[in-house]
């Protein structure tokens, strides 16, 4: 596990992909469009936070888990 987790709130994703975007080897989008994350998610906490902040309808949360393995595995 990286430390981190996301959870998607599929009632409120649009399907415009951007967080796949920012952090690809974190999130993909399942058949219906709908943002979905990677298992497991492997970028860097800077790029899912990113992905996280740029969600234009809010429906990524990020939750931090275990600060000692994102600070040894980034
Ligand atoms: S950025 Fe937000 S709305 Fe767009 S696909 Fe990802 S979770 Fe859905």
């Known amino acids: 596990m990286p430390g981190w987790s996301v959870h998607v709130d599929r009632t409120r994703c649009l399907g415009c992909g951007v967080c796949a975007a920012y952090a690809p080897g974190s999130f993909t989008q399942d058949d219906e469009g709908l943002a979905v994350l990677c298992d497991p ?34």
Do not use: F, N
């Open 41 to 74: 998610p492997v970028d860097p906490l800077d790029e899912v936070r990113a992905a996280v902040d740029s969600c234009p309808t809010g429906a990524l949360s990020l939750a931090i888990t275990d600060v000692a393995t994102i600070e040894r595995e980034g």
